[in-house]
């Protein structure tokens, strides 16, 4: 098969989207070729059959500059190429603005969409498409009789639990834990039952409907410390920011809960491997893959998001909450995890990592989503 790719960025460095290069790295091995339209380019280290292309967003350009050279780009490409289908990930805007030239040339179009907003760009590109593939049912805003789900693709080698706790921090790129503990307010080390130390930690970017505010007030009355992980999206303000760091000062928080900022994967990995806990207050609609990176490293995930389920297994009253502003409830689930022996919560992150590993591995993922692209449909 050869490959036209669009996407938001090909950047292994980026804190949120180097997962992509992953992605291309496997559809590779089952492609002949992948040209890869992005929005931006970074750093990458990519197969030889993969070239990339951008629309020129690292280069400072406006978005009718950017939206000229998509256009520009792509004709070229075209000019130059035979592709068999096209791949868009999560960027609408660009299977939209293809989508008329590449169905002139009978070139199909398969968007990948995961979230629960509606925008015009969502309804435009969807409009272009031939089929719709998404991580969970939940996860796609619009009723389609287009849309497959795949489930999400995850690096289970790479997010995986250490073989044996006192090797912290080997595969983290590199990140000493004395570097590491120099970054951060809490010193590494596991949490055991009764340790009033007990690492709890959130991956995601500060916005309010990640519901950071929710975890740093369930934390607030426990024996416990709280690393919340990730930066404001590019371009958007800090007010979210600034108004959980207040949070933190009101409750008294600031020995025990730190405001990380934008992590390496690397370096996320290593909090996941010194937690006890992982939160995540996403809503339904967002079926959020850094529950599942979590899971796959064998932390117990406390989820707000009942499409989880499934994953949760005979755990789910322990790890699912009513709702996303559950700070009881979430405060309750803490309290009781924090409690149990390193055994236990171990036999628990075991459950959860090998139903990660069934239904959201990254060799799954590509194995649906080559089906989907070369026939339409899932294989049977």
Not at 152 to 166: E, S, V
Not at 322 to 336: F, H, K, N, T
Request: proline letters at 7%; hydrophobic letters at 40%; one cysteine or more.
């Amino acid at each position: 098969m050869r490959l036209l790719l669009f996407n938001l960025a090909v950047d292994e460095n980026d804190p949120v989207l180097a997962f992509a290069c992953d992605w291309i790295r496997h559809l590779a091995q089952q492609c002949d070729s992948i040209d890869v339209l992005t929005m931006q380019r970074g750093g990458y280290q990519l197969p030889d059959n993969v070239r990339v292309f951008s629309a020129g967003r690292e280069r400072g350009w406006s978005r009718p500059r950017r939206a000229v050279n998509f256009y520009i780009q792509l004709l070229r490409l075209l000019a130059s190429q035979r592709y068999d289908a096209c791949f868009a990930h999560m960027i609408p805007l660009f299977a939209g603005l293809g989508g008329p030239v590449l169905k002139a040339r009978g070139i199909p179009v398969t968007l990948w969409y995961t979230h629960r907003q509606r925008c015009w760009q969502l309804w435009l590109g969807q409009a272009m498409s031939q089929r719709i593939v998404s991580a969970d049912e939940s996860s796609y805003p619009y009723p389609s009789d287009r849309l497959r789900v795949l489930g999400h693709g995850i690096d289970t080698r790479f997010y995986a639990p250490l073989p044996h706790p006192k090797t912290l921090l080997q595969n983290a790129g590199g990140t000493s834990p004395r570097a590491l503990e120099q970054r951060s307010a809490f010193p590494p080390g596991g949490a055991r039952a009764g340790d009033e130390g007990a690492l709890v930690v959130q991956v995601a970017r500060l916005s309010a409907i990640k519901h950071q505010a929710t975890t740093i007030q369930a934390v607030g009355e426990l024996p416990v410390r709280l690393a919340v992980i990730g930066g404001v999206q590019p371009g958007f303000p800090d007010s979210y920011r600034d108004g959980l760091q207040s949070l933190i000062d009101d409750l008294g928080l600031s020995a025990r809960c730190q405001l990380v900022g934008d992590q390496s994967r690397e370096e996320v990995l290593a909090w996941y491997r010194r937690a006890a806990i992982a939160v995540n207050m996403s809503p339904p609609g967002l079926f959020d893959k850094a529950v599942l990176e979590s899971m796959a490293c064998g932390v117990p995930t406390i989820v707000a998001n009942p499409a989880f389920a499934p994953l949760l297994g005979e755990h789910s009253d322990l790890l699912l909450t009513d709702s996303p502003e559950d700070v009881g409830g979430l405060r309750e689930r803490i309290a009781q995890i924090s409690q149990l022996s390193s055994q236990e919560r171990a036999a628990i992150g075991a459950a959860l990592r090998d139903n990660v590993l069934r239904q959201h591995s990254l060799p799954r993922l590509i194995e649906r989503l080559m089906s989907v692209l070369q026939t339409g449909e899932l294989p049977a």
